[in-house]
């Protein structure tokens, strides 16, 4: 199985960027279609971003569309999410997560990831 270990948050300005990091080991990374979800305090955790084995194909949330872009780095076991124009309503605490599946109607839902990192803090000051 893989784990997952993300990086790359803190406190930022609005209109300012942050790139967090997903490091992966463990486990065969290109096997998995891998996704981004973040959780604001009281509220569920949220899709954010999701990319496909290979990386050909990716997926945004409406709310971030335009501003974030997920990528990914098969040969070093790397998933990406560089965040651009951020808003304070973009503050949360950022989880990368693992599955194997590639259903399209899946792997925009949190349920389908058997795999997730700790998580890292987003901070985004008005």
């Known amino acids: 199985q893989v784990q997952l270990v993300e990086s790359g948050g803190g406190l930022v300005q609005a209109g300012g960027s942050l790139r967090l990091s997903c490091a992966a080991s463990g486990g065969s990374f290109r096997s998995y279609t891998m996704g981004w979800f973040r959780q604001a305090p009281g509220k569920e955790r949220e899709f954010v971003a999701v990319i496909r084995r290979n990386g050909g194909y990716t997926y945004y949330a409406d709310s971030i569309k335009g501003r974030f872009t997920i990528s990914r780095d098969n040969a070093k076991q790397m998933s990406y999410l560089q965040m651009d124009r951020l808003e304070p309503e973009d503050t949360a605490v950022y989880y990368c997560?693992?599955?194997?599946?590639?259903?399209?109607?899946?792997?925009?839902?949190?349920?389908?990831?058997?795999?997730w990192g700790q998580g890292t803090q987003v901070t985004v000051s008005s």
């Open positions: 997560a693992a599955t194997r599946t590639e259903i399209l109607s899946s792997i925009r839902s949190p349920e389908s990831y058997a795999y």
